[in-house]
């Protein structure tokens, strides 16, 4: 089946350490998108990239990194310059076309501190 | 910039009961507009969508009409079920990406929790 795949589901953060966060896509998809969510305020986005190779800072990308060295993947990693890093981060992709495309997600990866 | 505005919950209903979630935008292009729904635990998946003035997006017994000139898209449901419990986005598709794409800009959720 074509999908998102994000991993782990839940990741523990210790202070002062970077951890990543994995999302495979076998979708095709062009574009992809990492969103961070917060109780009570929606999605913020994080990091796009349209093409392997580029990618563009989305409007909380302070404290966090990305890479896109394949087409199916883009990994988040969430640097210890992120001061408050517990949240919901969702993964998700879309195809790039004149069309405003739906977006696919993954099921997400919940992000605590220990 | 693009904006969405929706209803604060969380909304509380009885099954069978009429749903109505307010969503309303602010756009400077000629955007498409989608509903999405999210599960506990889980991501968002696409609900129904509309992509020109006066469309109407229809999925699971949820309806929504693209109105252009109260710049809305109320989700609707004649009669909810407990499995309708869930946190619904509205979202708008137009701040142009680097690259071609379109950058969806999401509302804050609205969960909605209904009750045998």
């Known amino acids: 089946d074509g999908g998102i795949t994000q991993s782990p589901k839940y990741l523990f953060r210790k202070e002062g350490q970077n951890v990543t966060l994995s999302c495979e896509q076998n979708?095709?998809?062009?574009?992809m998108y990492w969103y961070r969510q917060d109780p009570g305020q929606g999605l913020r986005l994080i990091y796009y990239?349209?093409?392997?190779?580029?990618?563009q800072k989305g409007d909380i990308a302070e404290g966090y990194s990305v890479s896109r060295e394949k087409k199916e993947s883009f990994p988040l990693t969430v640097t210890s310059a992120q001061k408050n890093p517990t949240a919901f981060y969702l993964c998700?992709?879309?195809?790039?076309?004149?069309?405003?495309?739906?977006?696919?997600f993954g099921s997400g990866t919940q992000l605590s501190v220990l | 910039g693009d904006s969405v505005t929706q209803m604060e919950g969380p909304v509380t209903l009885s099954e069978e009961a009429f749903l109505t979630i307010n969503c309303t935008y602010t756009?400077?292009?000629?955007?498409?507009l989608f509903w999405y729904v999210q599960y506990p635990g889980e991501g968002l998946q696409l609900l129904l969508k509309a992509t020109k003035a006066d469309d109407k997006g229809s999925n699971k017994g949820f309806e929504a009409t693209y109105r252009k000139e109260t710049t809305s898209f109320h989700l609707e449901k004649g009669s909810v079920q407990v499995s309708d419990s869930a946190v619904y986005f509205c979202a708008l598709s137009d701040r142009p990406g680097r690259g071609g794409s379109y950058i969806p800009t999401f509302g804050r959720g609205t969960s909605l929790i209904v009750h045998p």
């Open positions: 990239s349209q093409i392997v190779n580029d990618f």
């Open positions: 979708l095709n998809h062009d574009a």
């Open positions: 756009a400077t292009g000629y955007p498409s």
């Open positions: 998700a992709s879309s195809m790039i076309s004149g069309i405003r495309e739906k977006l696919f």
